[in-house]
Each structure stands twice: as structure tokens, then as C-alpha cells.
């Protein structure tokens, strides 16, 4: 059996970009920045993606903390010179960072990426 299933726990290195199409689907993009000090000194900065996203899920800030649920996806396209593709996580469920008792979790404060200093 097969297992594609991805939580990802950082900050949004931007505020999400909504789209609504003419159909009346809604879009929204968020690029969620992690950081992990082993092996080595390193931040990623994850595209997601999330269909028919209720008001709450836009609400988002850039620097909130922030946590996705959902799956790898690999999108293909083609533009006038080249086919192109791009892997997201499709998320299945978004929500603030908290913990039990409705703080922010330490283990999850990951600085935005401009904080950084270059190594």
C-alpha cells in the first residue's frame, strides 16, 4: 500500500494569495517556510496549495505560524517554450500553530526567512 501524506509545521513567508475562479472555486496558495538546524543550518521554503478553502483558512498573515495537513503533488504545464513542473503539498487541512492549551508551540517558531543570516 501506498502512503502520500505530508504535515508541515512552520511560518508564512508571505501572506496566501486567494483566487477565486469563474466557477466559484476558490484558491489559496501559501509558502510555508521550516527550519531545521540538523545536519546542517537549513531553511525551506514549501509551496501549498488549498481547493474550496473556507473564509478562515485566508484570514492568514505573513509570519503567522502555521500548519498544513495533506499530499505531495507534482503539477505539470507548458508555457510558449518549455513544459514546466512544480511540486506543492495539496493540503486537506490548515490551522494555526497552537498547542493544547491555545499557545504557540516552541518547537514550531521558525524565524521568517528574511530573519535569517546567510551561512
Known amino acids: 500500500m501506498d502512503l502520500n501524506l505530508v504535515v508541515i509545521a512552520g511560518r508564512l513567508a508571505a501572506a496566501p494569495e486567494v483566487r ?3 466557477g466559484g472555486s476558490t484558491l489559496v496558495r501559501y509558502l510555508v517556510t521550516t527550519r531545521t538546524e540538523e545536519p546542517r ?3 525551506d521554503v514549501v509551496p501549498a ?16 505560524r502555521i500548519w498544513i495537513a495533506g499530499a505531495i503533488q507534482r503539477r505539470f504545464w ?16 490548515v490551522q494555526p500553530s497552537v498547542d493544547v ?11 521568517l ?7
Open 101 to 111: 492549551f491555545g499557545f504557540a508551540h516552541p518547537a514550531i517558531d521558525v524565524p
Open 78 to 93: 507548458s508555457d510558449d517554450h518549455s513544459r514546466r513542473s512544480r511540486i506543492e503539498v495539496v493540503a486537506h487541512h
Open 49 to 64: 496549495v488549498l481547493w474550496d478553502a473556507d473564509e478562515a483558512a485566508t484570514r492568514f498573515e505573513r509570519g503567522d
Open 113 to 119: 526567512v528574511e530573519d535569517e543570516t546567510p551561512v
Open 20 to 22: 477565486v475562479f469563474e
Open 41 to 43: 543550518r537549513r531553511i
